[in-house]
């Protein structure tokens, strides 16, 4: 979608079943680029971080998601295969020592800047890889999106990082209700969980 920051924007959908749905109007943010991705030693293990900033301070609240990839290899090389056409033993035609695996993230990383002075995000933690992880076996290659949010969008996904990460001793926040940008049109008492932005 070619979008303008001087509109605002809501998004309207039709169920096959009549239902009818509409999202809040919310002002579009375009993300400033990313700066740099990094990494630390941490405990014996890595920490991944982001560096971001917005020269013109107006993006403050933000969210990343990422999609790692890493090789690792198995225990032994095989050099063989069985036939089974003649039981045979034969050359293996393909390697199978070589192995990728690709994982997306299932956290929810925020971060902002409304208490900075300047609009900067230094060296935010993003997944942190424990020692003798298999991620750190070869070779590792992470790719990081980053979202621009307004103040409602970082609150609703903040409530939802309490409710689903920061849960089980007693000094984490109590869970809530946590409520998004989209009604129910046709059934205005439905509760209906999701943001738009």
């Given at each position: 979608?070619?979008?303008?920051?001087a509109?605002?924007?809501?998004?309207?959908?039709?169920?096959?079943n009549?239902?009818?749905?509409?999202?809040?109007?919310?002002?579009?943010k375009?993300s400033?680029?990313?700066d740099?991705?990094?990494?630390n030693?941490?405990?014996g293990?890595?920490?991944?971080?982001?560096n971001?900033?917005?020269p013109?301070?107006?993006?403050?609240y933000?969210?990343?998601?990422y999609?790692?990839?890493?090789?690792f290899?198995s225990m032994?090389?095989?050099?063989y295969?069985?036939?089974?056409?003649?039981s045979?033993?034969?050359?293996r035609?393909?390697?199978?020592y070589t192995c990728?695996?690709?994982?997306?993230?299932?956290?929810i990383?925020?971060?902002?800047?409304a208490?900075l002075?300047?609009?900067?995000?230094y060296e935010?933690p993003?997944?942190?890889?424990?020692?003798?992880?298999?991620?750190?076996s070869?070779?590792?290659?992470?790719?990081?999106?980053?979202?621009?949010l307004?103040?409602?969008?970082?609150?609703?996904?903040?409530?939802m990082?309490?409710?689903?990460?920061?849960?089980?001793?007693?000094f984490?926040?109590?869970?809530?209700?946590?409520?998004?940008?989209?009604?129910?049109?046709?059934n205005?008492?439905?509760?209906?969980?999701?943001?738009?932005?």
């Amino acid at each position: 979608l070619q979008l303008t920051p001087a509109y605002q924007y809501r998004l309207h959908i039709f169920t096959s079943n009549g239902e009818e749905y509409v999202s809040d109007l919310v002002p579009f943010k375009s993300s400033p680029i990313i700066d740099s991705i990094g990494w630390n030693l941490k405990d014996g293990g890595v920490q991944v971080y982001v560096n971001t900033h917005d020269p013109n301070d107006s993006t403050t609240y933000y969210r990343w998601e990422y999609s790692e990839t890493w090789e690792f290899h198995s225990m032994y090389y095989s050099n063989y295969q069985y036939n089974p056409p003649d039981s045979s033993v034969i050359p293996r035609a393909a390697q199978i020592y070589t192995c990728w695996h690709t994982d997306s993230s299932t956290s929810i990383f925020l971060g902002s800047s409304a208490k900075l002075s300047s609009d900067v995000i230094y060296e935010m933690p993003l997944p942190y890889i424990p020692d003798h992880d298999q991620r750190l076996s070869v070779l590792y290659s992470i790719l990081v999106k980053q979202y621009a949010l307004d103040v409602n969008g970082y609150n609703y996904w903040l409530a939802m990082k309490n409710n689903t990460e920061n849960i089980g001793s007693i000094f984490d926040p109590q869970p809530n209700e946590t409520v998004g940008n989209i009604h129910c049109v046709t059934n205005p008492a439905e509760l209906v969980v999701g943001y738009i932005n």
